[in-house]
C-alpha cells in the first residue's frame, strides 16, 4: 500500500484542504492567473448539481434568468457611494480594446447591482411592471489579496439574483425566502448546517441597507459565510433613477433586493465532511452515486467477473472501472479520494456465491452482501449517509459552539485560533450592532458573524462591551 | 386591433430582425457597453435548452466540462503566430487591478486554446493521460466593429471544447464526430437544416491546420456560420510544449481540436423560423410549449372558466395566462410575439360545448376541437410544427441554391445582394482551395462559405476562376 498523498488534518489544515481539493479533481491553482483556479471535472461536476438543485428553486418562485455584459462603464460604479467605496479596491479594469484606448475604462463586474440599477429603470415605469425577479449565472472578479482555493479566489462563478418591488414589505420577504432556500440547499442538499441571520452593519453589503447570510461551520471551527441575501432598500433605485408609480398614481423609488452564491460552496462543502483519505461527498451532491472495481487475476476469470459486473452495474446505476494496468486497490484509492459514496467489489468468489461487497465512503463499512439485495442496500446507504452526515456536522457545530459573557473571554477562546491550529469556535455573545463594537472584535482577528434570525439561547442580556440590552447573542468567530 | 409593432421583413429585413428580437423578449441592446446586449428571459430559456441538448450529447459522448480563468497573460496569445494575429485585432486588455498597474497585462479570452495549451502541458505526460476531452461553458470577449444582437457581438456566450489525443486520425475522428453533433442539434432540435463542410484556408481558425463549419441560410439567402470544429494538428502543442510518451516510449506533441457553438445560434434560429406577426420557436427549443388563454366578460363565467381551465391545463402542461386588465386580444399577440407554438383560447361557450380552439404559431391555423382530444392533438401539433419548419427551411435553402460555372455568374447573383435587400443565394461553383480565389470573391463582399463534406451535385469539375480540376463544387453566399 502506497502513502497516502493527503496530508492529514492533524497535521495541517491548510495543506490538508488543498491536498484533498487537488487529488479529488476539483481545482488546481492557476498560478499564471494571480488568485485564480482551474474548476477541474469532478469539482465542475459538483457545481452542476448545486447549479441545478439551486436553479429549481429559483425557477418554481417565479425567478427567470437572463445575461448582463460582464464589463461595466467605470462611472456606474460611482453612483452608490458606499458601493464604489466596498469595491473599489477590488476592481479589474479594462482600458484599451480593440487596439485603442478606451475613452472610459470599463471594470469587469465584482458584483452587477450597477448595471442591474441602469436597466431597472429602462424596464420599469409603473406597479404592473413589478415585481421583477431575475437572476444571472455569470462570473465575477474581486482582486483579492489573499486567495485559496473555492474559498475565494479573484475570479468565481456564482449566481446573483436581482429584484425590483412596489414595496420594502414585499422585498424584505423576497430577502428572507432566498435566504430560507439557500439554508435548504446547504443542509438539505449539501448536508451543511447553517445559522440564518442578519449580518452587523460594520459587515454588511456596500450599499444594503441589511444583509442576511447563512453562517457554516468547517471542520477547524473556522465560520464561512455561504450565502448572502441583501435587502438594498431604495439605494440603488435613487442612484440609478429606478421609480415607478403606484397604483394611486404618486412616483416612488423601487425597494431592490440581491442575493447570491458562488463556488465558495463547493470549499464549505469539502472542508465540512473531508477526512483524511480525501474527499466525502454527499450522495445528493456526488455527481456519481457509486462505482463497481470488479477484481479477477486470471484472464479465464475476467470474463466471467466483467459479464456479471456489468449486469450489476446497469441495475446499480453504477460506474465499472474497467481500467487496464491499474490494480484493484489503487482503483479503490481512486475513489475513494473522489469522494464515490459507495464502491462495489465483485470477484470470482463472489460471483460464485452470488455476494458481493459494499463500501460506504464516510464510515469506511465494508459489508459482504447478497447481490440481489444491492439495488436495495445502495438506496439505504446512500439515504443513510446523507442524513449521518449532516447529523455529524451538526454535532461538531454544537460542541465547539460556546457562551460567553464578557469580552475577555471571548478574547480568550478566540485569540490564538488560526485556520491552520484549528480549535475554533462560534461564541455566543451579547453585543450591541454598532461599527464601534465590529472594530473592537476585530482587533484579535475575529468577527461577527451574523445576529441568529431566531434566539438560539437565553434571550436579552447585557451587551458584553457597553452594557445596554440587546435581544439576543450574535454568534462571533474566526472566519474564512 | 392595434398596429403590429414588427416591421415586415419585406419592407426591412434588419430592422424586422431587432423588432422581432425585442418584442420576443430575447435581448435587448446595453448601447453602454460597446456592442453588447442584454439576455433576456425568453432568449436566455431558449439558450438554456440548446445548452440541455448541447451538454447532454458531449456527456454521452466522454467529455466533462471545466473551468478556465477568463483572463489570460497577454505573452500566451503571443506563442502561436497565426493564432495571435487572428485574435490581437479584437482584444479586450485589463491593464490596471487592485488599484495597481499590472507588470504584465492580461487579456479577456477570445478562445482559450493558449489557456489550454498551458494546462494540457501540465496534465498530459504520457499516452495513459490521453485522450483528454474537456468542454467549457463560457463568456468571451471579441472587440468587433459592426455588432448585432445574437449575431456579433463583443461578448457572447458559447461552449469551447478542447481535446488532446495521441494521433492525428483520432483527433480528426474527433473533430468529425463534433461537427456532425451539432448539425444533429441544428436540425433535430433547432430544425436548422446545414450543411457541413471544410473552410478554405483563408478562412480557417487562426492557428488551425483545418476547420470545418456547418452553415445555415437565412431567410434573406445570407449565410450563417452556425458551429465550428477546429483540427488544430500539433501547433498549439509546439507552441505550449504539450509532449507525450508513447506506448513505443517515444515523445511526440499531442494533436488538439476545439470546436465551438454561440448565442449566434440564437440568432440563426430567429432568421430562420420567425415571420412578420414575431417570433416562432420550433417546440423543441421552446421554453413553453403552449399556452391558454381563458375569455369570459362577465364576473359570473369567470369563475367557470377558470375553474376549466386550470384543469384542462394541468392535462395539456399549459400556463393559463391570468393577467388582469389585459383583453383577450392582446394576450394572444403577446403569446404571438413570443413565439409560443400552441395557444388555446377556452370561452363560456367552449366550456358548455366541451370545445375549446387550439391555434398553430407557424401556419396561424385555428380549430375547434372537443377538449377530450386536446392532449392528443397538442402532442400532434407540436410534432407536426417541428417537422414542418424544418422541411420549409430546407425546401427554402433548396430553392435559393444555384450552380454557377464562371466567376461572371457568381459575381451576377451575389454582386449587388445585401442583409437587408436579401435575395441572397448559395452558388456551388467549382473553386479551388487558394487564398487568392478567396480574395477574388471577397471583392464582391461573398466568401466560400465553405467545401461540403460530401459532393452535394456533380462531382469534379474545373475552377472557375484557376481552370484547375477540383473535386465538386463550394457553397459561395454573402454571409453574416
Chains 1, 2 share one sequence.
Not at 416612488?252 to 463547493?266: A, E, F
Request: hydrophobic residues 40%; contains cysteine; proline residues 5%.
Amino acid at each position: 500500500m502506497s502513502e497516502s498523498p493527503i496530508t492529514p488534518r492533524g497535521k495541517d489544515f491548510a495543506t490538508w484542504y488543498q491536498d484533498v481539493v487537488l487529488h479529488g479533481d476539483m481545482a488546481e491553482p492557476a498560478e499564471i492567473v494571480k488568485g485564480c483556479m482551474v474548476i477541474k471535472p469532478n469539482g465542475y461536476a459538483v457545481w452542476e448539481r448545486l447549479q441545478r438543485e439551486l436553479d429549481d428553486r429559483f425557477k418554481a418562485t417565479n425567478h427567470q434568468n437572463i445575461y448582463l455584459p460582464l464589463l461595466i462603464p467605470q462611472s456606474f460604479l460611482q453612483k452608490e457611494a458606499e458601493h464604489v467605496e466596498g469595491f473599489a479596491p477590488e476592481l479589474a479594469v479594462v482600458t484599451i480594446a480593440g487596439g485603442k484606448e478606451l475613452e472610459e475604462p470599463y471594470v469587469i463586474r465584482p458584483t452587477s447591482e450597477t448595471i442591474v440599477g441602469h436597466f431597472f429603470s429602462k424596464w420599469i415605469h409603473s406597479y404592473r411592471d413589478l415585481p421583477v425577479l431575475v437572476n444571472q449565472w455569470a462570473n465575477v472578479i474581486r482582486w483579492e489579496l489573499r486567495t485559496r482555493m473555492f474559498l475565494r479566489t479573484t475570479e468565481f462563478l456564482w449566481q446573483e439574483g436581482h429584484t425590483a418591488h412596489s414595496s420594502h414589505e414585499e422585498a424584505v420577504e423576497e430577502v428572507l425566502r432566498i435566504l430560507d432556500l439557500y439554508a435548504e440547499v446547504s443542509e438539505e442538499i449539501m448536508a451543511v448546517p447553517v445559522i440564518k441571520g442578519v449580518k452587523t452593519r460594520a459587515e454588511k453589503f456596500a450599499g444594503a441597507l441589511r444583509s442576511y447570510s447563512i453562517e457554516a461551520m468547517m471542520q477547524n471551527g473556522l465560520a464561512l459565510q455561504a450565502g448572502t441575501s441583501h435587502d438594498l432598500g431604495q439605494n440603488f433605485g435613487r442612484a440609478f433613477d429606478v421609480q415607478f408609480q403606484s397604483k394611486e398614481g404618486k412616483l416612488d423609488y423601487v425597494w431592490q433586493t440581491s442575493w447570491g452564491v458562488s463556488t465558495r460552496l463547493i470549499g464549505g462543502l469539502i472542508m465540512t465532511h473531508s477526512d483524511d483519505k480525501g474527499l466525502v461527498l454527499p450522495p445528493k451532491v456526488a455527481p456519481r452515486k457509486s462505482v463497481l472495481v470488479p477484481i479477477f487475476r486470471k484472464d479465464e476469470e475476467k470474463a466471467v467477473v466483467l459479464e456479471a459486473a456489468a449486469k450489476l452495474a446497469k441495475d446499480l446505476g453504477a460506474h465499472v472501472d474497467l481500467r487496464d494496468g491499474m490494480t484493484p486497490g489503487a482503483k479503490f484509492f481512486h475513489w475513494e479520494r473522489l469522494g464515490i459514496p459507495v464502491v462495489f467489489e465483485l470477484g470470482p468468489r463472489d460471483v460464485a456465491s452470488g455476494n458481493m461487497v459494499i463500501k460506504r465512503r464516510d464510515t469506511g463499512t465494508k459489508e459482504v452482501i447478497p447481490q440481489s439485495e444491492a439495488v436495495a442496500k445502495q438506496a439505504e446507504i446512500l439515504d443513510a449517509m446523507q442524513r449521518d452526515l449532516l447529523a455529524k456536522a451538526r454535532q461538531r457545530m454544537q460542541d465547539n459552539t460556546v457562551l460567553a459573557n464578557s469580552i475577555g473571554e471571548v478574547e480568550e477562546i478566540l485569540g490564538s485560533v488560526t485556520a491552520e491550529k484549528g480549535g475554533g469556535k462560534f461564541v455566543m455573545a451579547h453585543l450591541k450592532d454598532d461599527p464601534a463594537n465590529d472594530a473592537r472584535i476585530k482587533e484579535f482577528k475575529a468577527s461577527v458573524r451574523n445576529i441568529p434570525s431566531v434566539d438560539l439561547y437565553d434571550g436579552p442580556g447585557k451587551c458584553i462591551l457597553t452594557g445596554e440590552t440587546v435581544d439576543r447573542r450574535v454568534v462571533i468567530a474566526k472566519a474564512y
